[in-house]
C-alpha cells in the first residue's frame, strides 16, 4: 500500500504529501487505517508502540487543534482497547481489526486525522498568492 518516503534532507516529497492527504480525504477505511498505521510506525518495524502512538498524535494534534482527549489518554485508551494480548505493541492485523471493531476509537482518529482545517489554510493562501 501507499507509503511516504523521505528524502536525504529529512522532508516528504511534496506529490506524495498531496497522494497522502488525497488518501485521507477519500480513501476506503481499511486503506486509512493502513495509513494511518504507517504513519504511526515511526521506526518501521511493523508494531505501533506506545511511545510512538504518543509521539504522532501529540504532533498531529499540534498541526490540526484537536484537544478533546489529550495524548496520553488517546494512547492509553488505544491500547487497552485493542492490544488483544497485552504485549505493548500493535501489529497490523491488531491495528486494522481493533480500530474497525471500536466505533468510537473510530471516530476519534478518523477526527484526529481531520486535515480539513490545514486544506483550508493551504486554499487561502494560495488565493492570496496569487
Do not use: P
Not at 485493542?82 to 471500536?102: A, M, Q, S, Y
Not at 473510530?106 to 482545517?117: G, P, Q, V
Amino acid at each position: 500500500f501507499f507509503s511516504l518516503s523521505l528524502s536525504q534532507d529529512g522532508f516528504i516529497d511534496f506529490l506524495e504529501f498531496i497522494a497522502a492527504i488525497n488518501l485521507v480525504i477519500r480513501g476506503k477505511i481499511d486503506q486509512k487505517l493502513k495509513w494511518y498505521f504507517k504513519l504511526y510506525d515511526a521506526d518501521g518495524n511493523g508494531c505501533i508502540d506506545k511511545k510512538e502512538l504518543l509521539s504522532i498524535f501529540t504532533a498531529i494534534q499540534a498541526i490540526n487543534g484537536y484537544t478533546n482527549t489529550s495524548a496520553e489518554e488517546f494512547t492509553n485508551m488505544v491500547f487497552q482497547k485493542i492490544d488483544v494480548n497485552n504485549d505493548g505493541e500493535l501489529t497490523l492485523e491488531e491495528f486494522v481489526n481493533g480500530v474497525e471493531r471500536d466505533k468510537d476509537l473510530m471516530e476519534l482518529i478518523t477526527k484526529s486525522f481531520d486535515l480539513s482545517n490545514v486544506l483550508k489554510v493551504i486554499q487561502s493562501g494560495r488565493r492570496h498568492s496569487i
